[in-house]
Nanobody, 121 residues
């Protein structure tokens, strides 16, 4: 089984910064990608940023250069540095991981429990 443990959420004023972390543990053979999604009240979950094993880092358009995703391969940990936060960034942020548990091709997706980010105006 694979566990994703998130940390780093909290309350910050508009214009401030937060850094989210998500550590993946368990019987992981390889990480294909990890990423961050968010869900605001009454809205659908949306992708924020993803990082692949090949180093690709697609971001949602609303990020607009404010966030940076990174991955520590030795720790199987993904980070999301969020700067210039806006009230509309308020949401529960979820970590996502796509991993292989063996040397085969089958990939599995896992979700973290979510961490609340609240940006006050």
């Amino acid at each position: 089984q694979v566990q994703l443990v998130e940390s780093g959420g909290g309350l910050v004023q508009a214009g401030g910064s937060l850094r989210l972390s998500c550590a993946a543990s368990g019987s992981i053979f390889a990480v294909n990608s990890m990423g961050w999604y968010r869900q605001a009240p009454g809205k659908q979950r949306e992708m924020v940023a993803t990082i692949t094993s090949g180093g690709n880092t697609p971001y949602a358009d609303f990020v607009n250069g404010r966030f940076t995703i990174s991955f520590d391969n030795a720790k199987n940990t993904v980070y999301l540095q969020m700067n210039s936060l806006k009230p509309e960034d308020t949401a529960v942020y979820y970590c996502n991981a796509e991993v292989r548990l063996t040397s085969g091709r089958t990939k599995y997706k896992y979700w973290g429990q979510g961490t609340q980010v609240t940006v006050s105006s």
